[in-house]
């Protein structure tokens, strides 16, 4: 069965690490994202955005397939299936489609419209036993083809937000969706400081693709407990399938077969998400 994120995230958050949230892009993600979670023992969190659900035909074929997979592969760690940076109907849709997290990211509405709103998916959600995760600020960079300048959040705006009955809080602190550029200023630990002692809340870092591991070991000691990572398994993902293809092996004998030919890149995901976990502290505390 899955399970929402709120009890995993708690645990987190009063033990000094941090869960995993590990985007899905299809089937081949999703076996690698359990697989790996149950290797180390650990519960996790498998996210999807709305773009990449229509991908994959729906919000109801992302929770079933998590779920057939889940009971399908008899994993045993806890596992969520939530929605990334979702719009209001979006986050209504995955309520309805069996989702058991959601994100209503409204940090692009004005201030009152995002608590309005924000207060309505959590009474939604809350009735159906659904974990929320909201936004205030933007994360840098694109998602789904929104970007957003990446602004640091305002202390007063998080506090507002996390009033609402959130679960767990997104807050902007200089963290970018995708690829850092080499000008990066790093994580803005004072503001993360300052709005972590306002929520008293887990707190969830996007954009954790190539965030130097000591500056993600540092945001944990100050209350971040949930990580996002999409955009690095996709690379190793990418690059372990061009290497197969370069070698010339979908070529020899089945090797054109997809079992085959997404093994390898399949099983990076896997080592990405297994290293992922060890770093985030939350390998063999699976209950
Ligand atoms: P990256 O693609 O930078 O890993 O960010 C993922 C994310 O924050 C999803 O919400």
């Known amino acids: 069965m899955l399970v929402n994120a709120k009890e995993m995230l708690d645990n987190a958050y009063e033990n000094g690490y941090a869960i995993g949230h590990f985007n899905t892009n299809n089937l081949e993600w999703t076996k690698a994202i359990l697989l790996a979670a149950e290797e180390k023992k650990t519960p996790v969190i498998i996210a999807t955005s709305e773009g990449a659900s229509k991908y994959m035909g729906g919000f109801k074929v992302v929770a079933d397939l998590v779920k057939a997979m889940h009971d399908g592969l008899g994993i045993t760690v806890p596992v969520a299936i939530h929605l990334d940076h979702g719009s209001y109907e979006g986050a209504k849709a ?42 205030v600020g933007g994360i840098g ?12 959040a305002d202390v007063e705006e998080c506090k507002q937000i ?30 993360l400081k300052e709005i972590s002692d306002a929520v008293k809340m887990p707190i969830v870092l996007h954009g954790g693709t190539g965030i130097p591991d000591e500056q993600i070991k540092k945001a944990i000691s100050l209350g971040v407990s949930k990580i996002n990572v999409n955009t690095e398994c996709q690379l190793v993902f990418a690059e372990a399938t061009r290497k197969y293809i370069e070698a010339g092996k979908d070529l020899e004998g089945k090797g054109f077969d997809p079992r085959k030919l997404l093994a390898d890149g399949t099983q990076a995901i896997i080592d990405k998400v297994e290293e992922k976990i060890d770093m985030f502290g939350s390998a063999n505390t699976a209950k």
């Open 94 to 135: 995955c309520i309805e489609a069996g989702f058991t997290s959601v994100m209503f990211d409204g940090s692009h509405f004005p201030l009152e419209e995002n608590l309005e709103k924000t207060k309505e998916i959590v009474e939604l959600a809350h009735s159906k036993g659904i974990s929320v995760e909201a936004e």
């Open 141 to 152: 960079g694109t998602e789904d083809g929104v970007t957003s300048s990446g602004e640091v």
């Open 162 to 191: 996390a009033a609402c009955g959130i679960d767990f809080l997104a807050a902007g602190i200089g963290n970018i969706h995708g690829v850092y550029p080499d000008d990066w200023e790093g994580l803005n630990f004072d503001v």
